[in-house]
């Protein structure tokens, strides 16, 4: 071997353990900084699905609360409007006492807020045929008593059987997922 090549070899071999190790130092770094993205992502998306559940969770609750109340309101003036049936023959021909209209419509106010809040297109769509099912026997002005209360008893079974029941069923799934 020549003279020249003793002197160059550690050189070389020098280089190349530099270059082996520089390189095995950016593939590992790489590696963790890609590791480090993905379970900062993880932990967003864990955050985000949190929160999401937390403010639909919250707004079902009120929703069914507010759903509660509204169908409570609607049999109070329901039982008004027939009290004016009897005595004047016209079913809802005479204005609501102090407060009880102002209730309603704070109570349906308070529904539709809350129903436009809610996530799920379908669940909206049935809270707003219970709001307007309820809605519905306080506009049949002089109409029969007897229709009156069917059509009373129709949306206290929309809001009962349907839609409080699917509110209630979202609130469970979101419990059963976050158990999970």
């Known amino acids: 071997m020549p003279a020249w090549f003793n002197s160059v070899w550690p050189v070389m071999t020098f280089s190349l353990g530099l270059a082996s190790t520089y390189l095995t130092s950016f593939i590992t770094e790489k590696r963790q900084i890609a590791r480090e993205d993905k379970a900062r992502q993880a932990e967003r998306g ?19 609360e507010a759903l509660q109340d509204l169908g ?16 004047t023959g016209h079913y809802a021909g005479t204005l609501l006492p102090d407060g009880l209209s102002d209730t309603f419509l704070q109570c349906g106010r ?10 799920d297109d379908a669940l909206r769509a049935q809270v707003a045929q219970a709001a307007e099912a309820l809605h519905r026997p306080s506009m049949m002005l002089r ?7 069917q ?22 799934e979101i419990y059963s997922a976050a158990e999970a």
């Open 46 to 64: 864990k955050v985000l699905s949190e929160r999401r559940e937390t403010f639909e969770l919250d707004h079902l609750v009120r929703l069914n």
């Open 151 to 172: 059509v009373l008893n129709e949306a206290l079974t929309i809001l009962e059987e349907a839609t409080q029941e699917a509110v209630a069923q979202r609130i469970r």
């Open 143 to 149: 109409a029969e008593a007897v229709e009156a209360q």
């Open 110 to 119: 308070t529904v539709r807020m809350l129903r436009n809040l809610v996530l």
């Open 72 to 87: 409570r309101i609607a049999a109070q003036v329901h039982l008004v409007d027939m009290r004016t049936s009897n005595e």
